[in-house]
């Protein structure tokens, strides 16, 4: 099991860290007393698999529960129970202009007379040490967020290409155009194996469909060039922290070109070793 513990600076991103880290597959619990984190790990590792990727964040917003945070991850190195701590920083100049931005309360205001700029210090203070314990420390003053995302990405993914969830899907535009398709493209330039009464009622998935959609020079340029395409935007969308792609191919009825090419692009993509998966909308349909 990997479980991840996520503190630091209020104001310096553990929120977007936990949305980053869910993107990942991590079943993240934010805002949890430190008295509990042993024991929610020890749930972890007896749920039998289910629970692989687990990310806690505890941080002042505990009030006096936090004066525990020290001596629980001592228990944790007692109990042998291996974790990772995440530290997140920010300069002092940065996390004013946020929280002004925001108007956001920091959590320790109350006890600053006030001040944000002395409960920022305060809180910085009493972080020391966790700061120096910490497995991994980032430092978001000047980093955007698909920045911050990619590095959350690079430390805590085996594969960071699997950072992006892509679907390819087939779709019929006699059924309408899918809502959650980011690309689209209309197939029904092919020459349409529907008119050919032995492929009539087979789809895109039966091998003669297949090698009469693509037995067409056309069909085959065109596959090259959207790979082309494809292959240059997406490791652009990654740079940007985008979690899911969806492409979508169209054709008439839904059921034969577009499902050709969905298959290609499925095929493709799954040579790059990247988080890919398939679906046929209307491929059922009559």
């Known amino acids: 099991m990997d479980f991840l513990i996520v503190t630091g600076l209020s104001g310096a991103g553990k929120s977007r860290a936990v949305d980053a880290l869910e993107d990942i597959g991590f079943f993240c619990v934010d805002n949890m007393p430190p008295k509990l984190i042993s024991r929610f790990a020890e749930i972890a590792l007896q749920s039998g698999g289910k629970m692989t990727k687990v990310a806690v964040v505890s941080d002042v917003r505990g009030g006096t529960l936090f004066n525990d945070f020290q001596s629980e991850l001592d228990l944790m190195q007692q109990l042998k129970i291996d974790y990772k701590l995440l530290f997140l920083d920010c300069s002092d100049e940065i996390l004013l202009r946020r929280f002004k931005e925001t108007r956001r309360r920091h959590p320790l205001i109350d006890q600053s007379d006030a001040s944000l700029e002395r409960a920022i210090e305060a809180e910085r203070a009493l972080l020391v040490p966790f700061r120096a314990r910490a497995d991994y420390i980032i430092d978001t003053s000047n980093m ?79 596959l090259q060039k959207l790979v082309d395409l494809l292959d240059y935007l997406i490791p652009l969308y990654m740079k940007e922290g985008k979690s899911q792609l969806t492409v979508a191919f169209g054709c008439t009825g839904g059921k034969h070109r577009s499902v050709t090419f969905a298959e290609k692009l499925y095929a493709h993509f799954s040579e790059q070793n990247l988080s890919v998966s398939v679906n046929h909308r209307d491929i059922s349909k009559t």
């Open 144 to 222: 955007a967020l698909a920045q911050f995302r990619e590095r959350i990405n690079t430390l805590f993914l085996e594969n960071p290409s699997a950072s992006m969830q892509i679907n390819c899907m087939s779709f019929g535009f006699k059924y309408g155009a899918p809502a959650e398709a980011d690309l689209m493209f209309d197939v029904r330039c092919l020459p349409n194996p529907f008119y050919i009464d032995s492929l009539k009622y087979k789809t895109g998935l039966d091998a003669d469909v297949n090698e009469y959609v693509m037995a067409w020079p056309q069909s085959v340029l065109l």
